[in-house]
C-alpha cells in the first residue's frame, strides 16, 4: 500500500496470510509488524473473531497490545474485533526518542490506512486517551466515534499531592526532566517486572482497584502485559510519560467528531477535576461519572463503555 509521501506502508507477512491464534482460555488473535513510511516498526495485533466490527484501541500506559480484560465473555458478547498496537519504545515497537503525542496518532493512522480501515470507532483508556483526542484531531476522517475512559490529563499541583505514591513522585520528577524521570522509572521497572508486580507497586491504590489487581486471572494478564511492554527499557516509558507531562501537541478543540468521556469520582490515577478541564475544550462531548470505582474500572464496566460507543459509530 502506497502512502501519501509515496513510500510504500507494508504489513508482515502474518496479515496476508491471516495466522489466526488462540489464547489458553480461547481468545482468537493475529500478530503482525507495520513498517511505518519512516522506516520504525509498530507491532500490532488484532483481538477476537475477524467477522466482528472492527474498533481501535488504544491502551494505557504503560501497556502492550497483549493487554485484555480477564473475562473472555464480554468481548465476544460486544461482537467487537480490536485492533491493537505498541506505541514507540514498547513491546515491538521501535522507539522514537523525543516523541510527541501527536506522533504517535499518526502512527495509528498509517496502521488504520495499512489495513484498509477507512473509519473506525476508537477508544483510549488512561495514557491512551490523549492518544485517540489526537487521532481524531488530526486524522478526523479515520475515526467514526471515539470514547476516553479515565483520561490522563496535566495536572495542578494539588492534584499531584492526591496521586498514588508512584505517580506522585513520577509526576514531580517529570518536572526536572527527561533525565530524572527515566532514573526513577528503571526502578519502577524492575518492581513491576519482579513478583511484586502492578499490584505491589500500586498498592496505595483505591479499594476497588486493589480488588481488581487481586484477581489471579488479571495477575496473569498484567504479568504478561508488562514483560512485554518494558521489554525494550524504561526509555519508550519515560519518552511517553514527558510527552503527555508537556504541554499538548495538539488542540482538543480541534476534535469534531463525538466523544463520550468516562471517569471516576475516586480515580487517584488521573483525577476527575483534572479531566473535566480538557471535557471543557472538547466541541461535542458526554461525561459520565461512575462513583468510588477507581482507576481500573473500564474492567467491570467495559460492555457498556463498548456497546454505547459502537452505538455512536456511524
Do not use: C
Request: no cysteine; net charge negative.
Amino acid at each position: 500500500m502506497k502512502s501519501k509521501g509515496g513510500r510504500s506502508a507494508s504489513l508482515s507477512g502474518s496479515a496476508r496470510k491471516r495466522q489466526l491464534q488462540k489464547t489458553a482460555d480461547g481468545r482468537v488473535y493475529e500478530d503482525g509488524v507495520l513498517e511505518l513510511r519512516d522506516g520504525r516498526e509498530m507491532a500490532w495485533r488484532w483481538w477476537g473473531d475477524p467477522a466482528g466490527t472492527p474498533l481501535l484501541r488504544i491502551q494505557g500506559t504503560p501497556s502492550s497490545r497483549l493487554q485484555y480484560n480477564p473475562n473472555p465473555n464480554v468481548q465476544r458478547e460486544v461482537g467487537a474485533r480490536y485492533l491493537m498496537a505498541d506505541r514507540p519504545g514498547y513491546g515491538g515497537s521501535t522507539r522514537k526518542q523525543g516523541r510527541g503525542i501527536a506522533d504517535v496518532a499518526d502512527d495509528y493512522a498509517e496502521l488504520l490506512e495499512a489495513h484498509g480501515l477507512d473509519r473506525v470507532p476508537a477508544t483510549g483508556t488512561s495514557g491512551g486517551g490523549p492518544h485517540v483526542l489526537a487521532l481524531a484531531a488530526r486524522h478526523p476522517d479515520r475515526v467514526s466515534a471515539i470514547t476516553v475512559v479515565v483520561g490522563g490529563t496535566n495536572l495542578e499541583p494539588q492534584e499531584v499531592k492526591n496521586l498514588i505514591g508512584v505517580n506522585a513522585k513520577g509526576y514531580e520528577l517529570a518536572e526536572q526532566g527527561w533525565q530524572p524521570l527515566y532514573e526513577f522509572l528503571v526502578e519502577v521497572r524492575t518492581r513491576l517486572l519482579s513478583d511484586e508486580g502492578m499490584q505491589g507497586v500500586l498498592n496505595d491504590a483505591p479499594a476497588p482497584d486493589r480488588a481488581i489487581m487481586a484477581d489471579p486471572a488479571w495477575q496473569t494478564m498484567s504479568r504478561s502485559n508488562i514483560a512485554e511492554t518494558l521489554k525494550q527499557g524504561a526509555e519508550g516509558w519515560t519518552d511517553e510519560s514527558f510527552a503527555m507531562h508537556q504541554r499538548w501537541d495538539f488542540d482538543p478543540r480541534d476534535v469534531k467528531t463525538s466523544v463520550t468521556w468516562w471517569h471516576d469520582d475516586d480515580d487517584m490515577n488521573a483525577p476527575l477535576s483534572a479531566a473535566r478541564r480538557v471535557v471543557a475544550q472538547l466541541p461535542r462531548v458526554d461525561l459520565r461519572v461512575w462513583h468510588d470505582e477507581g482507576h481500573f474500572v473500564s474492567v467491570t464496566h467495559e460492555k457498556e463503555i463498548l456497546e454505547e460507543l459502537l452505538g455512536r459509530a456511524t
